[in-house]
Each structure stands twice: as structure tokens, then as C-alpha cells.
């Protein structure tokens, strides 16, 4: 299956829900692979192990998993050769008498959890190997007693530092030191037993400066009365050293002797942690274990989305029967997305194993496949639109699309023109309809819904309605097709009802008003008001009109045309303007006397400019004379 199914179901968000109750990173990690299983003997046999790890429940109340740990980081560090420290040994103890725990649990457990029982054989009881790393360490230390020879060793260290404290604290009585000391106590530095003097006196007193205080105020010195028992006290620490690592490499290499059996213990501990958490989700959602066929039968009654808290209406449904695609109709916001998803999401938890929000009587099918096409899908990197993104969607759900797969189609068709968009929902039905599939589509459009009432293996399904209140009741009913109620909504959410009654009028009948808005109701920049205005002017030629584009004035030389562009005489030149880019500033016969001839202006203007040519031998204006010329002579004849 995809990940757009799982991301468009909420499936990991699911999978979240449930993981928060595994005690461990080892069931965390089961669960975050956890995948929806095609086989019905699979996904039977994970409910079954969810059904037990219930009963068991909700019969003792508690579980003992306190011993379900993660210790495959240190099971490869002893795989690597590495000894392992006094804390990570008591992990491993720790883990192995969880080990223990939960075998002795299960052993008169055969007739409340058969199949979980049977787990709990895997498990190696390696109580030799718990017993002695528990006898050698203790509180995360190797004990006194893990050796006889560490035993005499510490000993030893105490009776030397008992010496050393002894000849410090004569040293902090001798009133002859008094002076040089600045607190009266023996402080242990970097291992080593000191006396705090003051820095002035430090070279007053014979001994080691073994540390300075922060502020340099006080040293830490090491009086030379002790330095004899120091150095017999280093040897014995060293000694402690090597004692205490031939303990810890003993039982390392203990570890490694039982490695595999660890490893064993680890995958079990790792399945009961997930296998419980899904029995802690079912008891808190009161899940159900519903019944499982490979065969496209889904019934639902009562199902709930796992997902929607407070008091959301269960669902009753079914498909797979009597019909193998249902098309649903209704209202926006009437809960039709919300069937599709919550069959989708309840079908990937059973598959998963999940127990069911739901009632008894549920049914449900096993598919190798779920695909949906829900939501908006557009796509700004490639330039796609919601329907493009819908269609190539469609196409590649189309071609792996089979007799085990479960289709959701939310709003089928939309996004384009209606007869089209219909036309293409129906054959994309037709098509998956004949290789098998089950499928739920949502739909707006009449044509569907004729389509699936004509067809015997299609059954509409509509939204409940209240008829007196207008409201939607989010309840489906199968063999009805629902309305839009649009206009319900569109009060719903505060468009006017004006509005709304003229958009109940059009329904009926298409009489549009058509009417142009008055300006004076309409508040704009005072420039583009003038702008407006002169949209709608009538250009004469002589008009003097003045040029947004050059900030500058003009004459025009012949009206707009059909693209409402003018021919402008302007500096010395005949330019294309269009009259969006002019405002009149006068018109020709405010301008010009009665009478005036306006093609004088335009015509002296191009004799001038052809004489000018001539003289400065324009090779434009000589073939522009010779051409004159050639059309006279044939008018000639």
C-alpha cells in the first residue's frame, strides 16, 4: 500500500495512538513497521493475539512487563568484544528476570491465551546468568563481595584512607597550622584526600598542590605526612581496577556465551509489548474484534472513527453483497468524506490487528490494496491543478487496481466542466468495477447518481437531512441519493438571504440581471474614476489628448479602430496608442476655427518630412518618389 493512503487515512497518526502505550522501545519499534496485512489467516491470528492480551486484562488487571526493555544496544556492544560497565549488566539482569516474569505469568494462562502462551515458550529462562551478574553488581556497582580477592582489596583501601584521614585531622589540630588553614575540614580531590589552605601560606606547608580553587583564594594540598600512605593507596586502586574489570569481562563474556538466546527473548519481549499495547487501546476505545473474509464483504455497524473524539454518530454500513460500489450523496459538510475515511481507516486496523471501535456483528474484508483520492491534491511544484492532480491520481490507481482492492473516491469527476467531469467519473467506475474492485465514491453529480441507480451491481446512499431544520445528521442511509442543499449551508454560514432567494430564482429559471452598475455607487480612486470616463470618450481627429505612457501631448490622426487603438501624431511621428493610455484635454473644435482644415496639419507635416528625405538622400523617400511616379504614368494611359 501507499503511503498517500496512510497520510490521506491518518493511519500513522493511529499508529501513534496505539504506540503510547507499549512500555518499551522494542514494542515502539515493532509498531512504527507495523504494516496492514493482505492474508486473512495473518491479520486473524493478530487479532486473536489482541483478543487474548484483552481477556488477560480485563482477568488479572495487570501484566507484569516491568522487565520489557530495550537491550539490543548493548547485546551489539557484546557482540563488538566490549565489556560491559556495572549499569548496562544490571539492564541485562533486569531484562532477563522480566524475561522470567512474564514466562512464570503465562504458564496457567493456556486457557484464557492459548496463542500467547505458545509465545511465551521462545523464552529462555537464563536464571544462572541473572543470578550472577545480581550477586556482583549492586546499584550499578561491582559489590565487594563479586571476588574474594576484591573483597581483601577494598579493605585495604579503607584502612589506608582511615590512616590518611587520621594524620590529615592531627594536621588540622596542630595549632602551629592554624594560620595557614582556611577551612577546617579534609575536602577529596581529583581522588586524592586534602587539606584547604590558604594561597598565601601555600609555600609555608610541605606537600602536593593537588588543586586551586576557583577564585584562587585557596589550594588543596596533599600534606607530605600522608604522601607514603597515598602511594600505597594509588597501588590499591589500581589493583581495584583490574579486579573489578576481570568481574565485568566474566560476565560479559557470559553474556555472549547466551547471546542467542537473548536475542530470542528479545524479539518475544518486543512482540508482547505491542501485542499488549493494542489490548490497552482496545480496552480504552472498547474495541471489538470483528469478523474477516478475503472477499470484499464489509459490514459495519455502529463503527466509530478512531480518530474523532467526543460524540461522534456511529456509522452503520455495508458493500460487497447485494452491491460492490456505492455512490454517496448529500450535503457539504454532511459527512460523506467522513464515511469514506472511516471505512478506509477501519479496514487498515483490522488489518493491523487493531480491536474496532465499533459493535458486535462487524465484518470485515482483507485487501492487498487501499487506495484514495481525497482532498485537495494540487501541486505548485509541477504546475498542476486540483483536477489535473485528481486525474493523474485516478490513472495510476487505475492501472494497479484488482479483484482484492479497496477504492475511496471522494468527489469523483469534480473539478471541471460538469458533463465532462461526469462522463469520466462513470467510465473511471466502469473500468475498476470490472476488474473486482469494492468502491465508495462521493458525488455531486445527477449523472452518477443515475448511472449507479440504473446499474445492478451499484446502490446510491445519501446523508440524512432534517427536512424541518435544514441540518445534516451525519447518518448514511443506503438506496436514497441525498441533495447538496448549498444554499442551506451558504445561510449556514452567513450569506445573505437576499442573496440566497435570488439564487433559489435562478435554480428555476436563468432571467440573470444583467444591469450595469451605477457609478456614482461605486467608490474608486478619483483617477481611475477620469480613467472610466474616458473609456467610454469619442476621439475626433484634431483632438489634443494627452499620453499616460510619454507624460506628454498629442493630436489624434485617425479614431480608434475595432481594438480601440488610435493613430496619434506626436513628436514629428504618427504612433498606435491605445485609448486606455489617452485622456482628452481638448476637443478639435475648441481648438480649431470653424472650417479649419485638419488635413492641412498632417499633410504639410509629410511633405515636409518627404522634402527633408530627398535632400539628405533617403533611399526610402527616392523609392517612395519613383513609385509615385510609375502610378501616374499608368494613370496617364
Known amino acids: 500500500m501507499h503511503n498517500n493512503t496512510f497520510e490521506k487515512l491518518q493511519y500513522n497518526e493511529l499508529k501513534n495512538i496505539v504506540k503510547d502505550y507499549c512500555v518499551s522501545s522494542l514494542g515502539k519499534k515493532l509498531m512504527d513497521h507495523l504494516m496492514p496485512n493482505g492474508s486473512k489467516a495473518v491479520v486473524e491470528n493478530r487479532l486473536k493475539e489482541t483478543s487474548e492480551a484483552r481477556k488477560l486484562f480485563d482477568y488479572s488487571g495487570t501484566i507484569p512487563l516491568q522487565g520489557i526493555m530495550n537491550i539490543e544496544d548493548i547485546i551489539q556492544k557484546v557482540e563488538k568484544d566490549i565489556v560491559l560497565d556495572a549499569e548496562l549488566l544490571s539492564y541485562v539482569a533486569a531484562f532477563l528476570r522480566g524475561c522470567r516474569k512474564i514466562k512464570n505469568y503465562m504458564k496457567d494462562k493456556t486457557f484464557y491465551a492459548p496463542i500467547l ?22 546499584n550499578n556497582r561491582v559489590d565487594d563481595h563479586a571476588s574474594s580477592e576484591l573483597k581483601k582489596i577494598r579493605r585495604h583501601i579503607a584502612l589506608t584512607e582511615s590512616k590518611i584521614e587520621e594524620k590529615l585531622d592531627k594536621f588540622l589540630k596542630n595549632s602551629q597550622n592554624k594560620m595557614y588553614i582556611q577551612e577546617f575540614f579534609i575536602s577529596k580531590r581529583q581522588e586524592r584526600l586534602t587539606v584547604p589552605i590558604k594561597a598565601a601560606y601555600k609555600n609555608q606547608v610541605s606537600g602536593t598542590v593537588v588543586e586551586t580553587s576557583s577564585k584562587g583564594t585557596t589550594v588543596f594540598i596533599e600534606p607530605s605526612t600522608v604522601s607514603k600512605h597515598t602511594q600505597e593507596l594509588l597501588v590499591l586502586k589500581s589493583e581495584e581496577a583490574v579486579e573489578e574489570y576481570k568481574i565485568l569481562a566474566y560476565l560479559t563474556g557470559f553474556i555472549l556465551e547466551n547471546i542467542e538466546q537473548i536475542k530470542r527473548n528479545i524479539e518475544v519481549m518486543g512482540q508482547y509489548d505491542m501485542i499488549f499495547a493494542k489490548a490497552k487501546y482496545s480496552k480504552s476505545v472498547e474495541g471489538i474484534m470483528p469478523k474477516v473474509n478475503d472477499y470484499g464483504k464489509i459490514i459495519i455497524k455502529g463503527g466509530r472513527h478512531p480518530l474523532l473524539k467526543g460524540h461522534a454518530v456511529p456509522l452503520d454500513f455495508k458493500i460487497g453483497e447485494e452491491f460492490r460500489s456505492l455512490i454517496i450523496t448529500g450535503p457539504n459538510a454532511g459527512g460523506k468524506t467522513i464515511v469514506l475515511k472511516t471505512v478506509g481507516l ?3 486496523a483490522m488489518q493491523s490487528g487493531f480491536h474496532l471501535p465499533a459493535e458486535e456483528g462487524t465484518e470485515l474484508s482483507v485487501f492487498d490494496k487501499v487506495f484514495v483520492d481525497i482532498g485537495d491534491d494540487q501541486s505548485l511544484e509541477n504546475s498542476l491543478s486540483t483536477f489535473s492532480s485528481h486525474v493523474k491520481n485516478l490513472a495510476g490507481i487505475i ?16 473539478g ?3 458533463n465532462e467531469g461526469a462522463a469520466l467519473a462513470i467510465a473511471i467506475l466502469e473500468e475498476v468495477y470490472q476488474k473486482g474492485a469494492i468502491t465508495l465514491a462521493t458525488t455531486h453529480y445527477g449523472e452518477i447518481k443515475n448511472f449507479s441507480s440504473s446499474h445492478p451491481d451499484f446502490e446510491n446512499a445519501a446523508m440524512m437531512f432534517n427536512s424541518d431544520t435544514l441540518e445534516p445528521l451525519y447518518k448514511l442511509i443506503l438506496g436514497k441519493s441525498g441533495e447538496s442543499n448549498a444554499l442551506w449551508i451558504s445561510k449556514k454560514m452567513g450569506i445573505q438571504e437576499r442573496i440566497l432567494m435570488r439564487a433559489e430564482n435562478y435554480i428555476s429559471n436563468k432571467n440573470y440581471d444583467l444591469n450595469y452598475v451605477n457609478k456614482s455607487k461605486v467608490r474608486v480612486p478619483k483617477e481611475i474614476y477620469q480613467k472610466t470616463v474616458t473609456e467610454s470618450q469619442i476621439y475626433d481627429m484634431g483632438d489634443k489628448v494627452f ?12 479614431p ?3 481594438y480601440n487603438n488610435l493613430i496619434i501624431f506626436y513628436d514629428r511621428q504618427f504612433i498606435e496608442v491605445n485609448e486606455k493610455q489617452l485622456k482628452l484635454e481638448i476637443k ?11 488635413n492641412a496639419i498632417f499633410v504639410d507635416f509629410a511633405e515636409r518630412k518627404l522634402e527633408k528625405d ?7 523617400a527616392l523609392k517612395r518618389i519613383r513609385k509615385y511616379g510609375i502610378e501616374s504614368v499608368k494613370r496617364g494611359k
Do not use: W
Open 614 to 620: 530627398i535632400q539628405r538622400g533617403s533611399k526610402k
Open 346 to 348: 477501519l479496514t487498515l
Open 560 to 562: 480608434k479602430d475595432k
Open 399 to 414: 492501472n494497479e487496481t484488482n479483484k482484492s482492492t479497496l477504492l475511496l473516491f471522494d468527489e469523483i469527476g469534480s
Open 588 to 598: 478639435a473644435k475648441d481648438l480649431y476655427p470653424e472650417g479649419y482644415d485638419l
Open 547 to 558: 499620453l499616460t505612457d510619454y507624460n506628454d501631448s498629442g493630436i489624434v490622426y485617425k
Open 117 to 138: 502462551c505458545s509465545y511465551s515458550m521462545g523464552i529462555e529462562e537464563l536464571k544462572t546468568l541473572e543470578e550472577e551478574i545480581e550477586a556482583a553488581i549492586k
Open 416 to 418: 471541471t466542466e460538469p
